[in-house]
């Protein structure tokens, strides 16, 4: 991301709710448009304010707190700051978080919702809310499973009620499927839960092999929050691969590339592939994956390699 200004040739300043999390731990970085150089010096060339109730991220954190322009808050805290982009990524996406900690992953996309996009309002700036490409999936609401998508669904019509009442500039993404470096080991999600287990030669028991699902390289993904944030579309974008893969191709590709010894299970279980992303709108950005799975997932391993 180039260093972007704000009104009148300021250095740009972002507030990032989630800033300890995966995507948002990259995008604090990819604001920031830092650069180290030889001694190990950091210097930023705009302004992260970071809303993080560290729950996940502390170790993330810690690494982003060494660049200049880089400031931490816990939810609640009053910012007086000027701020040109509030981008609410606070959430809970994995499925062991949503389903251990249900009634704050309601409130990430309801509460903390609403009160990013009046912030945003009254710092008159432009408001950016990560949603998922899963949010038109059928699904029961008073499910366990499904308050992570209703959450979304809620924050998604908030945020265009809010846009079309008072006029704040809105920009929405709907992320299929991210996976990449930073992670959490015990993350529940499909990528990293067959990487940990083929990097430990255990076996992997997959559920629904033949299932079809997209996955989108971490630095693919900042790329076009990048693109959306700074375009003038307000309406939903969504944003992922068109090439799928199956499950228990995933897991094979995973074993190889790991240099594993663990075997795999393979459970029969009719589940709905997931549908592709519409990425009409992404594209007209100048938009699209440049990533490989393979490509991507020999670099994740590695950052798991040094972790478990």
Same mark, same amino acid.
């Given at each position: 991301m180039a260093a972007h200004l704000g009104p009148k040739g300021k250095r740009g300043k972002f507030l990032i709710t989630g800033g300890g999390g995966f995507i948002g731990s990259h995008l604090c970085r990819k604001c920031l448009s830092y650069e180290e150089d030889?001694?190990?010096?950091?210097?930023?060339?705009?302004?992260?304010?970071? @809303?993080?109730?560290?729950?996940?991220?502390?170790?993330? @954190?810690?690494?982003?707190?060494?660049?200049? !322009?880089?400031?931490?808050?816990?939810?609640?805290?009053?910012?007086?700051?000027?701020? &040109? *982009?509030?981008?609410?990524?606070?959430? *809970?996406?994995?499925p062991k978080d949503h389903l251990r900690?249900?009634?704050? /992953?309601?409130?990430?996309?309801?509460? &903390?919702?609403?009160?990013?996009?009046?912030?945003?309002?009254?710092?008159?700036?432009?408001?950016?809310?990560?949603?998922?490409?899963?949010?038109?999936?059928?699904?029961?609401?008073?499910?366990?499973?499904? @308050? *992570?998508?209703?959450?979304?669904?809620?924050?998604?019509? &908030?945020?265009?009620?809010?846009?079309r009442q008072y006029g704040t500039e809105v920009r929405i993404i709907r992320m299929f499927n991210s996976y990449g470096p930073g992670m959490r080991v015990d993350d529940g999600r499909v990528v990293p839960t067959f990487i940990v287990k083929a990097l430990k030669d255990e076996v992997l028991n997959v559920q629904g092999g033949?299932?079809?699902i997209s996955l989108t390289y971490i630095d693919d993904m900042v790329d076009a929050i990048e693109r959306i944030l700074y375009s003038d579309i307000c309406e939903p974008v969504e944003v992922g691969s068109l090439q799928r893969i199956s499950i228990v191709t995933l897991a094979r590709k995973i074993i190889k590339?790991? !240099?594993?010894?663990?075997?795999?299970? /393979?459970?029969?279980?009719? @589940?709905?592939?997931?549908? #592709?992303?519409? #990425?009409?709108?992404?594209?007209?950005?100048?938009?699209?994956?440049k990533i490989e799975i393979e490509e991507g997932l020999v670099k994740t391993i590695e950052y798991f390699r040094e972790r478990i």
């Open positions: 030889d001694s190990g010096t950091f210097a930023a060339c705009n302004e992260v304010l970071c @809303i993080d109730n560290l729950n996940n991220g502390n170790g993330r @954190i810690a690494d982003l707190q060494r660049i200049p !322009g880089f400031r931490v808050f816990r939810p609640g805290s009053f910012i007086a700051d000027e701020i &040109y *982009y509030v981008l609410h990524f606070a959430s *809970y996406p994995s900690m249900p009634l704050e /992953t309601l409130a990430a996309d309801s509460q &903390y919702t609403m009160e990013m996009v009046r912030l945003a309002h009254l710092k008159n700036a432009v408001f950016m809310l990560a949603s998922t490409g899963h949010i038109d999936q059928e699904h029961d609401p008073t499910n366990e499973r499904g @308050i *992570y998508a209703e959450g979304k669904r809620f924050a998604e019509a &908030y945020t265009m009620a809010f846009h033949d299932q079809l590339l790991a !240099g594993s010894k663990s075997k795999l299970t /393979t459970t029969s279980q009719q @589940i709905k592939d997931e549908r #592709l992303p519409d #990425l009409h709108k992404a594209m007209e950005l100048g938009w699209a994956p």
